[in-house]
């Protein structure tokens, strides 16, 4: 089955003297994921992969409209698809996959998970046109600090808690007071509630997520951040309104579940599709300005399990 792709790019440019911070989102096809792009003037630094090499090509072409200077890393925040399906494209191009060390022992199991669902479940793919699983060129642990060519500093800090994955990666700018967050952070966009691929099993951590946007509301209160979907933000008012979606989200499917007799069939049987619908209409009647909706119907799976233990 042949993988068609109509990418829609969306794009901004934040200025901060000498650099910019080029958008680009892919559509529905590719999870509406964001890559940004860091251009301190001399070199760029990139944050998120895509979910297939045929987008990651159109978000560096789409880069190219934009600036010729070299791209020196990827940075990928989490382990999830569309971070690091699109890597080797920017390999090809030169660039260094910098990763935590958590999120590089976690690829393969949720490479091969993901896989699996895409190409037997949802069938959007077969075995050889699923994307091939990247090698990363660097790996640390705990924190990284790089000195770019123009001397400034970009500081990679592991969080290897789970939160929206089994483990998160924060990338800051002290200089321009820029913060990439993947996506822990969905500001006016619905989240990915899936969780962490942990022994062939997602679960979200709903408490250690909230831990974390604590952590960055305290350690970057004057930081803009970028998170993998949504609007970019301080700091602060980022983390405030993620919390009292996770916990609107956390209640509402609760209170679901026990309307259901706390019934594992119902919720993880052949209906669990039908009720995955209804507890997504509930998100959006709570936030009904919010965007990409389809997050909670296909990922709401990870947060009702965790409900279910």
């Not at 989102?25 to 990139?46: M, P």
């Not at 009292?244 to 594992?264: C, E, F, H, M, W």
């Amino acid at each position: 089955m042949k993988w068609l792709i109509t990418t829609l790019v969306i794009f901004s440019s934040v200025l901060y003297s000498e650099t910019s911070i080029y958008v680009f989102e892919s559509d529905a096809s590719g999870f509406n994921t964001k890559s940004f792009f860091y251009d301190n003037g001399e070199e760029v630094i990139a944050f998120g992969g895509q979910f297939t090499p045929q987008i990651a090509q159109q978000a560096i072409d789409f880069l190219r409209t934009k600036t010729t200077n070299p791209i020196s890393y990827l940075v990928i925040t989490h382990p999830n698809p569309d971070k690091f399906n699109g890597a080797t494209v920017f390999q090809a191009e030169g660039v260094q996959v910098i990763c935590s060390q958590s999120t590089a022992m976690a690829i393969p199991e949720v490479h091969g998970y993901k896989k699996y669902y895409f190409v037997h479940i949802a069938k959007m793919f077969t075995e050889e046109t699923y994307p091939q699983m990247p090698t990363v060129d660097i790996v640390f642990e705990k924190t990284l600090e790089i000195y770019l060519a123009n001397g400034e500093k970009l500081v990679l800090e592991e969080r290897d808690k789970p939160g929206v994955s089994s483990t998160q990666t924060l990338g800051c700018f002290p200089k321009t007071k820029a913060l990439f967050v993947g996506d822990l952070v969905h500001h006016k966009a619905h989240a990915w509630l899936e969780g962490g691929i942990v022994h062939q099993q997602a679960q979200a951590t709903i408490s250690l997520w909230i831990e974390h946007l604590h952590y960055i509301a305290q350690s970057y209160a004057d930081y803009t951040v970028y998170g993998g979907r949504g609007e970019a933000v301080n700091a602060v008012a980022a983390a405030k309104q993620q919390i009292r979606y996770l916990q609107t989200a956390q209640q509402i499917t609760r209170d679901y579940i026990v309307s259901l007799g706390n019934s594992k069939g119902e919720l993880q049987g052949e209906k669990a599709g039908v009720h995955h619908k209804k507890i997504e209409e509930l998100l959006v009647k709570s936030f009904p300005n919010y965007k990409i909706n389809y997050m909670v119907r296909f990922g709401i799976y990870g947060l009702i399990n965790a409900l279910l233990k």
